[in-house]
């Protein structure tokens, strides 16, 4: 098990690319923006639903 020896963890792990400050906080707006999108979607999609189930008296 030479793989999982101290030294070829920590050698593994300097291999390890953590992201810029940039690059985290372009990724973070576009996560919230996705988000937002598909929490419009779908109250869009509920109020849809809702109406067409009113219009013909399930509700």
Request: proline share 2%; hydrophobic share 65%; charged share 15%.
């Amino acid at each position: 098990m030479k793989w999982f020896s101290l030294s070829a963890i920590w050698k593994e792990i300097s291999k390890i690319r953590w992201p810029k400050k940039a690059d985290l906080f372009s990724n973070s707006v576009q996560v919230i923006i996705f988000t937002g999108f598909f929490v419009l979607f779908f109250a869009l999609c509920l109020a849809v639903i809702s109406a067409l189930l009113n219009a013909i008296g399930v509700l």
